[in-house]
Every structure is written in structure tokens, then in C-alpha cells.
């Protein structure tokens, strides 16, 4: 059955040098670009595709969790992942590199000492 409150979209241009903002709650460095959707984390429905920038050197200092599912895909640069709180150590990952996480996985902090662009679908499962 399809998802009435998903717009049909066809493809158009994505201007990756405009449109990005700070991320509610992140370090700085970290910039989004929502591209469809909206996620209502309170009320435990929606979904959200997005873009995820992360700029060279910043980091977060703490692994985290949320409640709705997580597909990640690297789409370019390097991603690390599982640094400490001074944005030391973890491990590297470059593109092509795709992540699923369930509800409650605790995963993170993030690193990217050259920058990295992430394609991010976040979303509730419907029963």
C-alpha cells in the first residue's frame, strides 16, 4: 500500500553548495539539507531524507541513540567513527559505505578529519 503523505518527487537538481544548516543539537561543523519529509521524534511518526555535511575536523563527543530507524549511506569523503570526547582515535570508513541502525543502537561519536557528504533516511516503522 503506498505511503499517501510521501510527495512524489522526480528528479531534480540538488545544489550542494546552498540550503545547508546547523543541526539542532549538534557540534558545529555538522549541516543538513532536509530533501523530503518531516520527522516527528515526539509523536513517534514521519520519516526525513536528508543530507548530511560534515566539515573537516569537526567531531562529536558522544555516542548517541534515537528511536527510529537509520539508514546511512557515505556518499563521499571519510567518516569516522567511535572517536573519543577530544575527537581522537576510531575507525575510518570512505565511500561507497551504507549503515542501517535500529531503534535504540547506540552508535557514534563522528569524526571526519577531510569532510564527508552522508545521504540519511530516518524513519518510523508503520505497522
Known sequence: ?????????EFSSVDLAQGF???PGYPPGFTHRI????????????YRSRLLRISPGAYSTAPFKHEYWEEVYLL????IVGNDANGQGGERFRG?????????????????????????????ERL
Open 96 to 124: 561507497p559505505t551504507y549503515a542501517c541502525r535500529p531503534p535504540g543502537a547506540l552508535h557514534g561519536p563522528f569524526k571526519s578529519a577531510e569532510g564527508c557528504l552522508l545521504h540519511e533516511i530516518h524513519y518510523f
Open 1 to 9: 500500500m503506498p505511503d499517501e503523505t510521501r510527495p512524489h518527487i
Open 21 to 23: 544548516v546547523p543541526v
Open 76 to 79: 563521499s569523503g571519510e567518516l
Open 35 to 46: 530533501l523530503a519529509g518531516a520527522l516527528d521524534e515526539a509523536g513517534r511518526r514521519g
